[in-house]
């Protein structure tokens, strides 16, 4: 960045000394060669933004509005992420289109479509195991443990839970089927835990 560019950029009444100017030219040529690609102009435009205002702010200050914006970003980042996942497993089940379409199309690897969607089918063979053993629970403590486990979202703490309820409950009663579904979830939750 030229010292013009820099004038132009901070306007007429930036309170800056000529030391300052001269520090912060400094820093956006440093800021420059950290982000050289065309791409980065956003992260040239912030980090040259906090250079300024250390200038003219508190630190505190600063670092509170940008803490504060990095929380706002991650938030949002979370609610698309969230969003993304009820996408996939939506038109990715009912077929509306392929994994590597849906990654393509949303900017993800394809991976991370699987193990969006793996996590569905995950509960949905957790669910299915536990509602079989808890058709055969005699006490209604383990009969409140595993209808609990049912409402668990978190596939790693269900798979826990799982495995957990069939050191205690036997399967041998359960008909063919039924202990087959078992037994697939119950390999599947050894994968995870």
Not at 1 to 26: C, F, I, P, S, V
Not at 37 to 57: C, H, I, T
Not at 114 to 142: E, P
Request: net charge negative; hydrophobic share 40%; glycine share 4%.
């Amino acid at each position: 960045m030229q010292r013009y560019e820099l004038d132009a950029w901070l306007g007429d009444n930036h309170g800056l000394t000529e030391d300052d100017l001269d520090t912060l030219l400094a820093e956006a040529a440093e800021i420059e060669e950290r982000y050289p690609d065309p791409d980065d102009q956003a992260e040239r435009d912030a980090a040259l933004s906090v250079a300024y205002r250390l200038k003219v702010e508190s630190a505190e200050d600063v670092l509170s509005d940008f803490s504060e914006q990095r929380s706002r970003a991650r938030a949002a980042e979370s609610a698309a992420s969230a969003g993304l996942q009820q996408a996939a497993q939506t038109v990715i089940a009912g077929g509306l289109i392929s994994e590597a379409a849906f990654a393509r199309n949303v900017g993800v690897d394809r991976m991370t479509v699987r193990k969006w969607t793996q996590d569905q089918r995950d509960r949905a063979l957790f669910d299915r195991a536990l509602y079989l053993l808890l058709r055969r629970a005699t006490s209604s403590t383990d009969q409140q443990k595993l209808n609990d486990a049912i409402a668990i979202r978190d596939t790693g703490a269900q798979a826990g839970v799982l495995l957990a309820a069939l050191q205690v409950h036997s399967i041998e009663t359960l008909g063919d089927e039924d202990r087959a579904v078992v037994q697939r979830a119950e390999k599947r939750a050894r994968q995870i835990v």
